[in-house]
């Protein structure tokens, strides 16, 4: 997608003029006038979205690397930072800033018309970050709600698995195994930065392959996880009401409140990449 958008920079400016051009000179029989209505209808829905696009993404973009930013130093600070979860997160800031950082050179490109598209290091270099930064935020949030599954369900693997060099381990292999996954932008595009006609087959591929892994596999993971939590946290207030009747005016107990806080991270997480992806397929 980030590729598609690379490519169009240089174009945009000129697309509606030339699909006015072109619907003008054509005759106005009822079937092309028709297939210029709904030209020029898209035309005007292109040219909204970009408007609102150069006013909106260096918002998004700013603000969000600013809170990010302000999470990260509160993750490495001293009394959060021996927590391998806070490592994760922190990672995690990191990785979304990267994103972010990604988005605004992006911006920038078209805005001020840089062209980065026709920098052939540059805009494989985007795409390949783009890839790396996202598949990385995904798997990061699989790490920290199975880190919580384990304080939850398995609370006697707590003291042995969940470890701050055991999360940077796992942090060090799933990025080198990412990068080296999505590296195929250096290898299958031309310098035009699209795919070599013998690799179109390849990056597509690895597109719909991308997808599967940062939404469906993660996606079920996290899912099969925050059951497993859900069912711990039901069985464990059925014990406590069960001991004591005086246990329901007893405030939540705190697993409670993190498997709801989790199921909302995951619902949030599971809205907002789903549109990108079904972009993607279509």
């Known amino acids: 997608m980030i590729s598609i958008r690379l490519l169009v920079d240089s174009k945009t400016s000129h697309f509606v003029h030339d699909m006015e051009t072109n619907c003008s000179s054509r005759t106005t029989s009822a079937g092309n006038h028709s297939r210029c209505v709904d030209v020029m209808w898209d035309a005007d829905v292109d040219s909204t979205l970009s408007t609102l696009e150069q006013y ?59 062209y980065l598209s026709r920098v052939l290091v540059v805009c ?20 920290v709600t199975g880190e919580n599954y384990i304080r939850i369900c398995k609370q ?46 390849f990056v597509a591929i690895m597109v719909y392959l991308d997808s599967v892994l940062t939404l469906v596999v993660s996606g079920f993971t996290i899912a099969g996880l925050l059951a497993a939590m859900a069912v711990s946290t039901f069985r464990a207030c059925q014990r406590r009401r069960r001991r004591s009747q005086s246990s329901m005016s007893k405030p939540a107990h705190p697993t409670i409140k993190v498997t709801r806080m989790l199921f909302a991270v995951t619902l949030t997480f599971i809205s907002l990449s789903l549109p990108s992806h079904i972009a993607e397929f279509n």
């Not at 799933?174 to 690799?199: A, D, K, Q, R």
């Open 124 to 143: 494989k270099a985007l795409i390949f970050l783009s890839y790396v930064f996202g598949c990385l935020t995904v798997w990061l949030v699989v790490f």
């Open 156 to 201: 006697f693997l707590v003291t042995t698995v969940c470890k701050t060099k055991h999360a940077k381990v796992m942090v060090i292999l799933v990025l080198f195994v990412i990068t080296g996954s999505y590296s195929f932008p250096f290898w299958t595009m031309t310098e035009n930065c699209v795919p070599f006609p013998v690799h179109f087959e």
């Open 56 to 114: 909106c993404v260096p918002f998004i973009a700013v603000s969000g690397m600013l809170g990010i930013l302000l999470a990260f130093a509160v993750f490495v600070c001293k009394p959060m930072r021996d927590n391998s979860s806070s490592f994760f997160l922190a990672a995690r800031c990191l990785s979304d800033v990267g994103f972010l950082a990604v988005l605004l050179l992006i911006w920038v490109s078209t805005v001020f018309e840089l």
